[in-house]
């Protein structure tokens, strides 16, 4: 299917194929937000997804897609953040071999958390590029399957059935924020949301500090940006040159992008804390940051995603006690 168009008709296999495998994360009301804003505003806590991110909901719908033989050996990529943690979880449960691949300056707590998940470490080279040229070759000469983290037909029906459990929690949902990078997260949610709710405004909130997407969008056609260090690093990294879905699905889904400063982004995360008891990392907490900043104007009843909660806890200490020197 990877060359046709995605369809909600593959959200709904997704959801039958993950049932039992994922949580069906709560949606909760925000009295504080909803104060500020002036509209019922809602947090969809996919914090507390499996692993701790949204990416199990792709990676194992993706993994669940291909014929047992496209398995038999393995599969193998070279992500660290969310979406190895996802693959690692996933192929466990399915009772895959997987081999995650990183550079050796990859910093032990992250190595060991991955390995924690069941999956093999193999450390390749100093960089991110160097690992995966090793999952190239794994999968070119040794047979292995390899899952994206974003541009895939399987992960985006995946990550959908985020938007199947939003519609259903707030039927009348005005304005839905989802955080940015690779667009598999939105371009998912928006596709399922509005076959279901055509009036829905899908606004995307990404980070001011290499937006590759937002820069896409203004482009045309894929650019690249330079990566800088955010506080939201989940959303880093660019959206492939050579893309196939993400990015003309955003263009055709989503009614604006918003940028948001490193300020601002902390602010989110403080806010998640300590008026929602909610930690959560920095691409998580962009659509409340959007909210508190003022870079968006609900028109009724409000969802922001919040995609993830894998952060550093010292990072984490350090933004709520307001102990952190923000540029911007
Ligand atoms: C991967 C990720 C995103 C962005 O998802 P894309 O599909 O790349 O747009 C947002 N938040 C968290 C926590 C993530 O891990």
């Given at each position: ?19 039992g ?6 949606t ?7 104060a500020?804003?002036?509209v ?7 914090t ?6 949204f ?9 669940s897609?291909l014929p047992?033989?496209a398995?038999?050996?393995g599969v193998?990529a ?9 693959l690692a979880h996933?192929a ?6 997987c ?10 707590n ?19 590029d ?9 999968v070119?000469e040794?047979?292995?399957a390899t899952?994206?983290?974003f541009?895939?037909?399987e992960?985006i029906?995946?990550?959908?059935t ?9 039927p009348?949902a005005?304005?839905?924020l989802?955080?940015?990078?690779g667009?598999?997260?939105i ?8 076959a279901l ?6 606004i995307?909130?990404s980070m001011e500090?290499?937006?590759a997407m ?6 045309g ?8 260090e955010?506080?939201?690093?989940s959303?880093g990294g660019?959206i492939?040159l050579?893309n196939?879905?993400?990015h003309r699905?955003?263009a055709s ?9 490193e ?5 989110g995360?403080?806010h998640?804390?300590?008026?929602e008891q909610?930690?959560v990392e920095?691409a998580g907490?962009?659509g ?5 900043a ?7 009843p409000?969802i ?14 350090r933004?709520?006690?307001?102990g952190l020197?923000?540029?911007?």
């Amino acid at each position: 299917m990877t060359e046709r168009s995605i369809g909600l008709e593959d959200v709904f296999r997704a959801r039958a194929r993950l049932a039992g495998r994922i949580v069906a994360t709560p949606t909760v009301a925000s009295p504080s937000l909803t104060a500020r804003c002036g509209v019922p505003v809602f947090l969809k806590l996919e914090t507390r997804q499996t692993t701790g991110s949204f990416k199990l909901r792709g990676a194992t719908n993706a993994l669940s897609a291909l014929p047992r033989e496209a398995l038999a050996t393995g599969v193998a990529a070279a992500s660290t953040g969310n979406h190895g943690r996802a693959l690692a979880h996933a192929a466990a449960q399915a009772g895959v071999r997987c081999i995650v691949c990183m550079s050796a300056l990859v910093p032990a707590n992250k190595v060991e958390g991955i390995r924690a998940l069941g999956a093999e470490i193999r450390i390749v080279g100093r960089s991110q590029d160097d690992a995966q040229v090793e999952v190239d070759r794994l999968v070119r000469e040794e047979g292995f399957a390899t899952v994206p983290p974003f541009d895939h037909a399987e992960v985006i029906a995946g990550q959908g059935t985020l938007g199947l459990e939003i519609v259903e929690a707030v039927p009348d949902a005005e304005l839905l924020l989802v955080p940015l990078s690779g667009g598999g997260l939105i371009g998912g949610v928006a596709l399922a949301a509005k076959a279901l709710r055509p009036g829905l405004r899908v606004i995307g909130v990404s980070m001011e500090r290499g937006a590759a997407m937002h820069a896409s969008l203004k482009a045309g056609r894929p650019v690249q940006v330079e990566e800088l260090e955010t506080l939201a690093d989940s959303l880093g990294g660019g959206i492939g040159l050579a893309n196939r879905h993400t990015h003309r699905l955003a263009a055709s889904l989503l009614d604006d992008v918003v940028l948001l400063t490193e300020a601002e982004i902390a602010a989110g995360i403080e806010h998640a804390y300590s008026a929602e008891q909610e930690i959560v990392e920095g691409a998580g907490a962009v659509g409340i940051a959007a909210l508190l900043a003022g870079k968006v104007t609900p028109r009724g009843p409000t969802i922001a995603l919040l995609s993830g909660r894998n952060i550093a806890m010292d990072l984490h200490r350090r933004i709520i006690t307001g102990g952190l020197p923000c540029p911007a």
